[in-house]
């Protein structure tokens, strides 16, 4: 029987590192609402959860309660205008790429952040996925399954053959729920109510992205 065929990457604290662009929006924010600027370190852990996540960290609002749509729409705005400014790969990421593009498997990227965000950043960053799967996709957010489905779908692949990573307990939860084999990163944002990695049930947790190599077969 083949074995892997595909391998499908959170974006958010797997992939990339967006904080510091996350931050600054959010920053931006906080100027507009006569407050101090926050460092980046205080809001990294929030940074996979995206609008939400900051507004949150910053403010202490959630979604229902009064202000946060203003505010989240407010922060999505100036997110257009800086999208990709200080965003990277994580170390190690490319080299990844470069071995599985090396081994003919397949690789994509299933995220919670909308489309047009998410293909700005891949622009930007310079990569040529086989499939993109945003948070806008499909009419369902991970931890449900429906992302991930769906980006097998497009790579015609069943979704045992398939790897997901990421930094976040939804990730692995939403890689179970598909069928996939879900691998933590400890290089992520780990939101604090996610727990610690050891407990999400995840096949393996690896430190760097070239030790997914030992799991391929």
């Not at 929030?46 to 900051?54: D, E, P």
């Not at 293909?119 to 990569?127: M, P, T």
Request: aromatic share 8%.
């Amino acid at each position: 029987m083949p074995g892997t065929r595909a391998v499908l990457f959170d974006l958010d604290g797997t992939f990339a590192d967006t904080a510091a662009d996350l931050a600054a929006v959010m920053n931006r924010l906080r100027e507009e609402q006569g407050l101090e600027p926050l460092p980046v370190e205080r809001v990294r852990p929030f940074a996979s959860a995206g609008a939400r996540g900051m507004i949150a960290a910053s403010f202490g609002l959630k979604p229902g309660q009064a202000e946060y749509e203003a505010l989240r729409n407010a922060f999505l705005e100036f997110y257009e205008e800086r999208t990709c400014v200080d965003t990277r790969l994580f170390p190690g990421v490319a080299d990844l790429l470069d071995e599985l593009e090396g081994r003919r498997i397949a690789w994509g990227i299933v995220t919670n952040k909308a489309l047009r965000f998410t293909d700005k950043i891949l622009q930007a960053l310079e990569v040529k996925p086989a499939c993109v799967v945003g948070g806008d996709s499909t009419p369902h957010l991970k931890p449900h399954p429906a992302s991930l489905l769906l980006a097998a779908e497009k790579l015609n692949i069943f979704p045992e053959k398939c790897f997901y990573l990421g930094d976040d307990l939804r990730d692995m939860q939403a890689a179970r729920a598909a069928g996939m084999r879900p691998i933590a990163v400890s290089w992520g944002y780990h939101h604090p109510d996610s727990g610690h990695p050891e407990t999400w049930r995840a096949e393996a947790i690896i430190d760097a992205p070239l030790e997914l190599l030992e799991y391929l077969h």
